[in-house]
């Protein structure tokens, strides 16, 4: 199973972004679709998470500002950031947890929020 991320970039205060997560291979059910960030210096941490059903967790540094959201057909997670702040530069990650216990990674992308 692979996870291929997409849509990280350089944005300026206040801006959007919206993250893609694409798994593909041989793919289990999926279980917990997930985000996560590291920060220079700092450990990752959970950003997002969407269970099958819909039912989503956030960050209280994210409440209100990103969304989560799953295409489960098309096994594919979005997070939407909008009103980005500099302290939401870091390396984020897309993680998904299959029923059978297997757990994913993917490679990663670059958000940065500067003027």
């Known amino acids: 199973v692979q996870l291929v991320e997409s849509g990280g970039g350089l944005v300026q205060p206040g801006g959007s972004l919206r993250l893609s997560c694409a798994a593909s291979?041989?793919?289990?059910?999926?279980?917990?679709m997930a985000w996560y960030r590291q920060a220079p210096t700092k450990e990752r941490e959970l950003v997002a998470a969407?269970?099958?059903?819909?039912?989503?967790n956030y960050a209280e540094s994210v409440k209100g500002r990103f969304t989560i959201s799953r295409d489960n057909a098309g096994n594919t997670a979005y997070l939407q950031m909008n009103s980005l702040k500099p302290e939401d530069t870091a390396v984020y990650y897309c993680?998904?947890?299959?029923?059978?216990?297997?757990?994913?990674w993917g490679q990663g992308t670059q958000v940065t929020v500067s003027s």
């Open positions: 969407a269970s099958p059903g819909g039912t989503t």
């Open positions: 993680n998904m947890f299959m029923m059978n216990g297997q757990d994913y």
């Open positions: 291979g041989n793919i289990f059910s999926i279980n917990i």
